[in-house]
């Protein structure tokens, strides 16, 4: 079975790949290396998903807005590699930052919305390594922000 079959098979329905909004580039391939630059937590009709884990949202609104940047992450993928996403050999690295308030202790409870996802779609190629990082504060006050690195064939 394809990625892509997978993923209509689990009835997942990708975002658009946003085109960055800074002075920077939505993904670079360096060799046989697949950078994502961070995703941020938008919800499925658009919508920033914003505040802070702890304080107006709960861990599990947390983990739905880390799934919601796993999507993304996909989805950038998917442009990068001009819709074929049998292309991705291994996905190497999530870097998650949340949002929270300085008691919160959760992250890595939050970043698993991402890493979940991105294992449930590409299986052991999908198997990562990670950090889970606290912020006081992320770009437009978003909840969530996550980037990636992927190993290409």
């Known amino acids: 079975m394809t990625i892509n079959n997978k993923i209509d098979e689990l009835k997942i ?5 946003k085109a960055p909004v800074g002075s920077y580039v939505a993904t ?11 995703q941020i937590s938008v919800d499925e009709n658009g919508k ?3 505040g802070k884990i702890g304080k107006e949202l709960t861990t599990d609104e947390g983990y739905n807005a880390a799934k919601r940047c796993g999507l993304s992450i996909v989805s950038q993928v998917k442009t990068a590699c001009n819709g074929d996403l049998s292309r991705v050999k291994s996905c190497v690295k999530l870097t998650g930052f949340v949002n929270s308030t300085d008691d919160f202790i959760e ?9 979940d996802l991105i294992s449930l779609i590409f299986g052991e190629a999908g198997m990562h390594t990670r950090a889970a990082v606290s912020t006081n504060s992320l770009p437009l006050g978003v909840s969530v922000e996550v980037d990636a690195i992927f190993e290409l064939y």
């Open 13 to 17: 329905i990708l975002p658009e790949a």
């Open 107 to 115: 992250q890595p409870k939050v970043i698993n919305g991402a890493s």
């Open 48 to 50: 920033l998903i914003k």
């Open 28 to 38: 670079k391939i360096v060799g046989n290396l697949l950078y994502i630059s961070g």
